[in-house]
């Protein structure tokens, strides 16, 4: 059994930054893949960006990429997003998950999920 709590989240203005945590705990020796979605009010839920565990390779949706930056520190075990350049689009409650397989983008493969943070952006 694999727990996670994020945390970090808050109300920022649009082109500022914010840097989401997730403290992990549990059984972590079958969690391959970490990863970060966002769920929007009325949207369903969006894949953010992922990692691998062990060796740390990161994956990000395209409409991510070069603002949102994944990371993890085993040694602490925490999983991190640091997010720049926000826009009100980015509005969501933001959620932390883990799963034994591989990197996927589909929600339902995940096994684990934490009970999100909120972030919203003001124009």
């Known amino acids: 059994q694999v727990q996670l709590v994020e945390s970090g989240g808050g109300l920022v203005q649009a082109g500022g930054s914010l840097r989401l945590s997730c403290a992990v705990s549990g059984r972590m020796f079958n969690t391959n893949v970490m990863a970060w979605f966002r769920q929007a009010s009325g949207k369903e839920r969006e894949f953010v960006a992922a990692i691998t565990w062990r060796v740390g390779n990161a994956y990000y949706a395209d409409s991510m990429k070069g603002r949102f930056v994944i990371s993890r520190d085993n040694t602490k075990n925490t999983v991190s997003l640091q997010m720049n350049s926000l826009k009100p689009e980015d509005t969501a409650v933001y959620y932390c998950?883990?799963?034994?397989?591989?990197?996927?983008?589909?929600?339902?493969?995940?096994?684990?999920w934490g009970q999100g943070t909120q972030v919203t952006v003001s124009s």
């Open positions: 998950a883990a799963r034994a397989g591989g990197i996927t983008r589909s929600s339902p493969e995940y096994d684990f």
